[in-house]
């Protein structure tokens, strides 16, 4: 838990989210992308030194969930304790992420604010009472328009399919609420105009805006044909919109109607991170429930494409049958939070194989970043006993670290705190990496430390604290991505000792130079990236 919570005095928090999970199984490869993304952005700006609110949770009401609870035998609540204490919890604990809260929409401090939050609209006249008539997808938990939806083939022929689950829709028709949706069209259209980072990436805001301009039909916000559900207040018989008790996740985990000064030193989030199959919820129906309250929008809504397996969405049907865990104990928890995001573009689709991970963790973790920090301990070890010399006279070579540092750095905080492209953020990282590895086979320290004189000696001091150094710096800016093993090199540079925990190291003071003091005592510690053992895909 974050010690400085949104409930500490000073400025608004940097208040950054990842969907509320579903919990009608266990999370998988797609889920922990987002999460772990979420994570990294997390702690990035808290390694800028500002105070961050990082929320995660799970979305348990609906159909979807009631149904797998009884289908396998469980109470709908049941099943949701189950899986949030036995898999969910577990699995953000296991890859190290450092969430400050975690939601579940059947806690009372949401359910009781939902209902406020609805009862409030409806007295405004937001919230009417109508009919509706149409295809819905269960999966999706969303009306469908009969223009999206595909032909049925083989076992479902004759039949209409959600295009995203490629499974049969179902008629529904009830008499549910509605909330006016349809009057929001022109001021959403008018905010994503005055606002051309509220949706990103670009595809993303593009396929938004198009679908607004279309013209939006009202939405419906109640179901009376099952009781899995927060109550309408003023018609209970109704209970809420899966979809709209889940969105409002994000205004009461953080003191909505409970807790002004948390509220308003939290909300909006910064960035909610979603994948791109929830994008319209989150840009279209979200912000016109804010629209509708009065209340401040969020400042950014980032989609992230979808990990595809054999061309299709990953999902709980066609997983790989790859869990997260067959990664970590293969390649451990750093390597895998590393991969995908280092891998895939950002709001881009991409595949996930063992081979590349493999390839990619040998060259570019083992080789080119493991080796390095390995390299530089054993030799401070050998020629100056673990004691991190002092450097005597940096020349042009060592001038081109440090303006190599101050670039990477520059970089990495662009791509990763601003942009969220932490592929674009980690390369930055990784080329400056490869840069000290190319400055110590130009220096070769090894044969400077052959010549016995005086002038080498202080050569050899300066190419070592210059390496020692630059790595002091990787550690500090992939801390974020990878805690684990960034902690290990902080350890084996002794560099707690002088500057303090990792973690209270600032992305921005990462590039002054001369911050490791001589002195401090290098060891050879554990190896950051071990060499794989021969070991199949499972
Ligand atoms: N409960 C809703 C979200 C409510 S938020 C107010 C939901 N849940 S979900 O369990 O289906 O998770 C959806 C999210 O998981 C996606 O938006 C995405 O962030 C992540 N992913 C699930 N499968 C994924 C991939 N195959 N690839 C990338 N991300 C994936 O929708």
Redesign the pocket.
Known sequence: MNPMGPESAGAKAFYVT?????VNDAP?L??A??TAAADVLARWHRQRGERVWFLTGT?EHGQKIMRTAAANGFSSQEWCDRLVEESWKPLWEHLDIANDDFIRTTQKRHADRVQEFVQDLYDKGEIYKGGYEGPYCVGCEEYKLPGELLDGEGEYAGRKLCPIHKKPVEILSEENYFFKLSEYGDKLLAHYEANPDFIQPESARNEVVNFVRQGLQDLSVSRSTFDWGIPIPWDPKHVIYV?VD??L?YATAVGYNENPQKFESTFPADVH???K??LR?HAVIWPAMLMAQGLPLPRKIAA?????VGGE???KSNLTGIKPQDLTSHFGVDAYRWYFLRAIAFGQDGSFSWEDLTARYTSELANDYGNLASRVAAMVGKYFGGTLPEAMADGEAEKAIHDGLVAAVAEADRRIGDELDFQGGILAVFDFIKQVNGYLTEQEPWKVAKDGSEGARARLATILYTAAESLRAVAILLNPVMPETSQKLWDSLGAEASLGALADQKVQEAAWWGKLPAGTTVTKGAVLFPRLEEKAQP
């Open positions: 990842t969907p509320i999970y579903y998988h797609g889920h992308y987002t979305d979809w889940a969105l996740n991170l979603v994948g199959d929830i919820f992230n494409g979808w990990l595809m969405k990953m999902s």
